[in-house]
């Protein structure tokens, strides 16, 4: 978080524009919560490994209720894209018996990552970041690490996280109480599913 506290000291009254990205309402809270108070925010939603179906449109619904229980309706638009699994499927061909946090979920890291740097470019965000670093099942190391190769690539800025310090993961929690936000049972994809035994 001392990479973001100097780049938002750096920045000083003027508020860059951020494309967030957002993997479900529960890491979203504390992120919003917090980068609100320093950058114009648009949320992008693009989530292929979600499995099945119904439970993308369940967490896509959770994010919109937080977000307008938040009062932030107003204020953060969100970038929407379409439910297309064959992402997911084509980029972790061969590496579906990997464990949880393992090089498929590397892939999938990059898949969602590559994604939000090609729009932030395309729409001249000046930063592109991701909610994932909240979560203690992430490796923020290793998302960071994708993203600034990704974003020298894409020729735009990552806003570097790790949303978990400063107490953010329980934050979150607190939030989800607060506003009843739905807290699913596993990361996202069939394999995290199956492995919870769900």
């Known amino acids: 978080m001392r990479e973001m506290d100097r780049i938002i000291e ?13 993997c479900c309402g529960p890491c979203s809270s504390a992120v919003l919560e917090y980068l609100i108070r320093h950058f114009d925010l648009t949320l992008l939603w693009y989530n292929p490994n979600i499995y099945p179906e119904a439970e993308f449109e369940k967490r896509y619904a959770a994010l919109l209720k937080l977000i307008g229980d938040m009062g932030l309706s107003e204020r953060v638009p969100v970038l929407r894209e379409e439910y297309r699994s064959g992402e997911y499927y084509a980029r972790v061909r061969g590496l579906e018996a990997e464990p949880e946090g393992g090089r498929r979920c590397t892939e999938c890291f990059r898949l969602r990552l590559e994604e939000a740097a090609r729009i932030a470019a395309a729409r001249g965000f000046d930063y592109f970041c991701t909610t994932l670093t909240l979560s203690r099942h992430k490796d923020a190391v290793r998302i960071n690490a994708l993203a600034e190769e990704i974003a020298r690539t894409a ?39 199956k492995n919870r035994g769900i």
């Open 10 to 22: 750096k920045e000083g009254d003027r508020r860059p524009r951020v494309l967030l990205h957002v």
């Open 155 to 193: 020729g735009v800025k990552w806003l570097p996280s790790e949303f978990k310090k400063r107490d953010g993961e329980n934050r979150s929690i607190e939030l989800c109480e607060k506003y009843n936000v739905y807290r699913q049972l596993y990361c996202g994809c069939e394999y995290s599913l």
